[in-house]
């Protein structure tokens, strides 16, 4: 038995050090390396078969995460050191993620908020009021997807449209798919030219390769990959025009009140960012006493009105019963992200993967399979592994990497967490195999907004 354990501490034996001094964490080629990426590659299967095996994509990613970073720390010591190199890798990763969840927290109760007010439902029922045709209805809700995408984000931006969609299009199925395949294309390409408009465009900002208004440089690219596909889609559009609903829906007190707050926390997050060189967080959770002091005004109002009418225990508004409400799965899941992706730097597989994949294909090349790969892999830890890889690229392929991320998942509809979403609650009408019947026009607005993209914004380039 001592003969077995001695033979299977030696296999994870450390693969060099040095005399006396601190030990490398390069582990591709070693069994520690293996089983993280093992451990990696298995979570990621899980969280791709979510909807089929009814396991929040949360779970398995965080403990993915966490076994690696305890794999390493292990192995430190075993290795006749400490874990001093491991915690301090851990500190840094840790660091990027809590920047990124007090921002989401913030973002996520603001949307949450102007939600439960009704500003959502009064703009649908405005809408459907308006009594226009069903082509026009497409390229109004998708404009509107596209030029909200880059506030709300696109996973938000996707839903609300989608209640649109649904309240307008009624029985009528064929109108139904190509609005929430236009809607899903349209948020994922909004979402790439603001630095709120994605995961993936806030890690690019907060890591400062592009600042925040720089981002606009790849608004007419982004443009171009929604209308293109938009293009073909209008002449199967059904023409014809729905039935309007008699009732409208109110914005409830405070509603204006709140989008208020949340523009003016907008700006001061920018402001704080560009001119004072504080974090995105910063500005966010500023913005947070801003609604708190809004939901102080709402619930004085709505007691005064419960008093006025006679109603007795009336509910009282609070912003912290709608933070506990947030989307706790998906913030998990991001933490769960950076662990496995961290650990997977610290092990040293992203530097590898960053040798062989632009230096073989090149900065173009590898930022357009970059977009190609997020179609299949969520577009987050593939845009923070490219972040940790840190290649030496000019400010214009960072610009094209964080274009080719962010609209390459509309590529498939479970490419992007607005198609994922959209798949749930579109009744049925919006399908995997319905999106990949117009794949050929979505990858030719793909290919048209890259070749925009290098044409429209050679000076960024580096000759």
């Given at each position: 038995m001592r003969v077995r354990l001695a033979l299977l501490l030696s296999l994870f034996a450390p693969a060099a050090r040095a005399d006396g001094g601190a030990i490398s964490l390069d582990l591709v080629n070693h069994p520690v390396g293996w089983i993280a990426l093992a451990l990696f590659v298995l979570a990621y299967a899980v969280v791709i078969a979510e909807e089929r095996i009814h396991i929040a994509k949360s779970k398995p990613v965080m403990l993915a995460g966490g076994i690696m970073w305890g794999l390493l720390a292990w192995w430190t010591i075993h290795a006749g050191g400490d874990a001093a190199p491991v915690h301090e890798a851990f500190k840094a990763m840790f660091l990027e993620y809590a920047e990124v969840f007090f921002f989401l927290v913030v973002a996520m109760t603001y949307?949450?908020?102007?939600?439960?007010?009704?500003?959502?439902d009064a703009l649908r029922d405005w809408l459907v009021q308006r009594r226009l045709g069903y082509r026009p209805l497409f390229w109004i809700t998708g404009l509107?997807?596209?030029?909200?995408?880059?506030?709300?984000?696109?996973?938000?931006?996707?839903?609300?449209?989608?209640?649109?969609?649904?309240?307008?299009?009624?029985d009528n199925r064929r109108f139904v798919t190509l609005a929430c395949i236009n809607l899903v294309v349209a948020a994922n390409a909004g979402g790439a030219w603001s630095a709120f408009g994605d995961i993936t465009t806030l890690m690019v900002w907060q890591a400062q390769k592009v600042q925040f208004t720089e981002f606009f440089a790849i608004f007419v690219p982004s443009l171009v990959n929604w209308l293109v596909p938009a293009a073909f889609m209008h002449f199967a559009v059904p023409q014809g025009h729905p039935h309007a609903p008699a009732q409208r829906s109110p914005i409830k007190i405070g509603g204006l009140g709140i989008c208020v707050a949340f523009a003016a926390t907008i700006a001061i997050t920018v402001a704080g960012r560009q001119w004072l060189d504080m974090p995105a967080a910063w500005g966010m959770l500023t913005g947070l006493a801003l609604l708190n002091l809004v939901a102080t005004r709402i619930e004085r109002r709505e007691l005064r009105y419960a008093f006025a009418n006679g109603i007795e225990n009336p509910s009282r508004y609070s912003i912290f019963r709608i933070i506990a409400n947030a989307e706790w799965d998906t913030l998990l899941f991001f933490y769960g992200v950076f662990a496995c992706v961290g650990a997977l730097a610290a092990i040293g597989y992203l530097e590898l993967a960053s040798h062989g994949l632009y230096g073989t294909l090149g900065h173009t090349g590898a930022n357009t399979a970059i977009g190609l790969l997020s179609a299949v892999v969520d577009n987050i830890p593939i845009m923070f592994a490219v972040l940790k890889?840190?290649?030496?690229?000019d400010h214009g392929q960072w610009l094209l990497v964080t274009l080719t991320a962010g609209v390459g998942g509309s590529l498939l509809s479970i490419g992007?967490?607005?198609?994922?979403a959209l798949m749930g609650a579109s009744r049925g009408a919006y399908t995997f195999n319905a999106h990949l019947r117009w794949i050929v026009p979505i990858a030719v607005g793909y290919a048209a907004s890259i070749a925009c993209h290098l044409w429209l914004n050679a000076r960024h380039f580096t000759p």
């Open positions: 949307v949450t908020a102007i939600g439960e007010r009704g500003v959502f509107l997807a596209f030029l909200t995408s880059p506030v709300l984000d696109n996973l938000t931006t996707a839903l609300v449209m989608s209640a649109v969609v649904l309240a307008v299009g009624g890889m840190n290649p030496p690229m992007s967490a607005a198609g994922v």
